[in-house]
């Protein structure tokens, strides 16, 4: 499948007013090479193993797989994991015809927050809310693999 998604930073926490749903998740990476990311998730008690590929020279799509696994599967291959786990809190935010997904970090992370929409093409219009800022789709240093590496608080 690919996954054809934006990104961008959060300039204020106007889009907790909207809010269907918050979710808590913890991530760790198994491998974070390049071309193929291998990551290990609790998304609240669910766990997943997404393995995605690498991005479009614009940073907009890339390959993705997942697949949900137990909870307890989940915890233990967290043990073998890279250094630097993800903490984060999720929420899906209504606008327009679209769901933003607004992560707010934790830990080594804390302060940064960014929202990515998921679309059907790469030239699809969306609704821009008031609290989204600068686009950061494609910069390597947002993605989630690279924030385990170089933390937010380490910038």
Known sequence: MIEIERKFLVI????????LKKTRIIQGFLNTDKERTVRVRLKGEIGYITVKGVS???????F???KEISQQD???????CEPGII???RYEVK?????FEVDE?????????????ELDDVDENFERPLWLGKEVTGLVQYYNSQL????????
């Not at 204020?12 to 809010?19: E, L, P, Q, W, Y």
């Open 12 to 19: 204020s926490d106007a889009f907790k007013v909207g809010t």
């Open 56 to 62: 479009s020279a614009d940073g907009l799509s890339r």
């Open 64 to 66: 993705e797989w997942e």
């Open 74 to 80: 989940a915890e233990l291959l967290f043990k073998l």
């Open 87 to 89: 903490d984060k809190m």
């Open 95 to 99: 606008v327009g015809n679209h769901v």
């Open 105 to 117: 970090f934790y830990g080594d992370n804390k302060g940064l927050v960014v929202a990515e929409i």
């Open 148 to 155: 385990s590496k170089q933390p937010f608080n380490t910038w």
